[in-house]
């Protein structure tokens, strides 16, 4: 990227990401704030309504209140009426949900019911039919108020969830904005930075007096080493499956478990065999209590292993790091990895590795890695693991 208008023209595209990301974040977040100021002013006028509804069956319920004047309370009650007739207009039109359109409909279709059923209830009032009207009031009026409410309510939660929905698809459109546009300005970034390629082209072009000298190319050639390539063993660790084993080993509830766990960390590894040392209360022997790959009589042979002991165990735990041994054209490599906890070093896995598997840096990760997690489930073998060394 040496031309100065194919640099200018990335660093302008890096500006309009960031400005358009960073527009798009302010509009949005300021329509999230009006929204969210809708949905207070929704639910206000929704609890309203509700209260609306309980004081028109409180007022209808005074038509055959003794001592009441009924005139009185029908004027009141084709007030309050005439009121939630405008509350649910409002609220209708400021719902964007479906649902909170479908239930406020219905409550006003309950409330239109309502308004026939009291003309019944009024005519009987004003006949003394206090009878009639009393069991149209208690019973048809309470259960069209109760309906009216109940579909108010469920228009004020049915607007609720979908204003959250909206919301939080807004925060998300934010977020890919934000990625989309840090993603573009990282890559504008990454190409307007000068590579080493360019320095050395330049250096490749600056002319260099040669110093004066009688030796000849032909010379030179012999007095250079061949220089052999070192050989690299081939890996193919498996990074999501050390992922996955590290993830059920901390999820594990039963060590009955530990056996089938262990066998994957072995073909994970490339490993032959793998034994899970552990070291006894006082820190000076340590006890096999976990084998894979070997006779399960190897626990009683090997018994118990001394803190001092000159082999490759030994060592892991006494220096609290990785130890390894290269293999051979007749046997595998080995490996000690530590199991370190809080408290220090409480074991170590030992493994024979196939393959070069000693000499590749990223499956010696993989161990540590495995190992670690060991470490936070298993402890200092009671005496009967020390007698048994169960495997």
Not at 50 to 68: E, F, K
Not at 176 to 183: I, K, P, Q, R
Not at 255 to 272: C, G, M, V, Y
Request: with cysteine; proline share 4%; aromatic share 4%.
């Amino acid at each position: 990227m040496s031309r100065l208008s194919v640099r200018l023209l990335l660093l302008v595209v890096c500006l309009a990401a960031i400005g358009g990301a960073a527009f798009l974040i302010w509009s949005t977040d300021r329509s999230t704030r009006l929204d969210a100021e809708s949905a207070r002013q929704f639910t206000t006028a929704a609890r309203a309504a509700s209260t609306g509804i309980a004081d028109l069956r409180a007022a209808q319920q005074s038509y055959v209140a003794v001592g009441q004047g009924e005139e009185f309370w029908f004027a009141r009650a084709t007030e309050i009426r005439r009121e939630l007739d405008i509350r649910l207009a409002e609220l209708t039109r400021a719902a964007v949900s479906p649902d909170a359109t479908a239930a406020l409909n219905a409550a006003s279709a309950a409330l239109q019911d309502f308004t026939q059923m009291d003309e019944r209830a009024r005519d009987y009032t004003r006949n003394r039919q206090l009878t009639l009207a009393s069991d149209m009031i208690f019973a048809d009026g309470l259960e069209l108020t109760r309906r009216a409410g109940d579909a108010i309510e469920r228009a004020a939660i049915a607007e609720q969830v979908a204003r959250d929905a909206g919301a939080a698809a807004v925060r998300r459109a934010q977020a890919l904005a934000a990625g989309g546009a840090s993603g573009v300005a990282l890559v504008g970034l990454l190409l307007l930075v000068p590579g080493r390629r360019q320095e050395a082209g330049a250096a490749l072009t600056t002319p260099i007096t040669p110093a004066v000298s009688t030796v000849t190319l032909t010379e030179l050639d012999d007095f250079a080493p061949t220089v052999q390539p070192a050989e690299t063993p081939a890996s193919s660790l498996d990074l999501g499956g050390v992922a996955t084993l590290c993830n059920d080993l901390a999820r594990i509830a039963d060590t009955r478990a530990l056996p089938s766990l262990l066998e994957r960390a072995a073909s994970l590894l490339d490993a032959t065999g793998i034994v899970v040392w552990i070291a006894d209360p006082d820190g000076k022997e340590l006890a096999p209590i976990l084998i894979h790959g070997y006779p399960p009589q190897l626990a009683t042979r090997l018994g118990m292993l001394a803190r001092d002991a000159g082999n490759l165990t030994a060592s892991a735990y006494r220096t609290g790091l990785l130890q390894r041994v290269k293999g051979d054209s007749i046997s595998s490599g080995a490996i000690a990895v530590p199991l370190v906890a809080s408290g220090g070093c409480v074991g170590v896995m030992a493994a024979e590795v196939r393959n070069g598997g000693e000499q590749q840096d990223d499956r010696l990760a993989a161990a540590s890695i495995i190992a670690a997690q060991l470490a936070t489930l298993v402890g200092p073998p009671s005496a009967r693991a020390k007698t048994e060394a169960a495997s």
